[in-house]
């Protein structure tokens, strides 16, 4: 079976740095697009990065700038590098992948379980 687990969540203070990982594993062939959405209490999921497997980026308004998504095929892994974050990125972080497992012409959606990330000082 397909799975992906996250990494690297935790309490972070405003102005500080953290990096969120996560690894998929299974029999894939492959993976298209890549992300991270987050989700805060009260309010509803949200995309907050994506990356194309030709590395092409797309990120929510409230964090361009602030932060990074990046990818290593090799290791099938996803990162998100979170610099200055604030109050408001607190959230359950989510990552998402498509993939292409034995019938490689078919990709298909995994989810992650969630990892916490606070933000406070």
């Known amino acids: 079976q397909v799975q992906l687990v996250e990494s690297g969540g935790g309490l972070v203070q405003p102005g500080g740095s953290l990096r969120l990982s996560c690894t998929a594993s299974?029999?894939?062939?492959?993976?298209?697009?890549m992300g991270w959405y987050r989700q805060a209490p009260g309010k509803e999921r949200e995309l907050v990065a994506s990356i194309k497997s030709d590395g092409n980026t797309k990120y929510d308004d409230s964090v361009k700038g602030r932060f990074t998504i990046l990818r290593d095929d090799a290791k099938k892994m996803v990162y998100l590098q979170m610099n200055s974050p604030e109050p408001e990125d607190t959230a359950v972080y989510y990552c998402?992948?498509?993939?292409?497992?034995?019938?490689?012409?078919?990709?298909?959606?995994?989810w992650g379980q969630g990892t916490q990330v606070a933000v406070s000082s």
């Open positions: 998402i992948a498509e993939i292409r497992g034995c019938f490689y012409r078919f990709a298909q959606i995994y």
């Open positions: 299974g029999r894939i062939f492959s993976i298209d697009e």
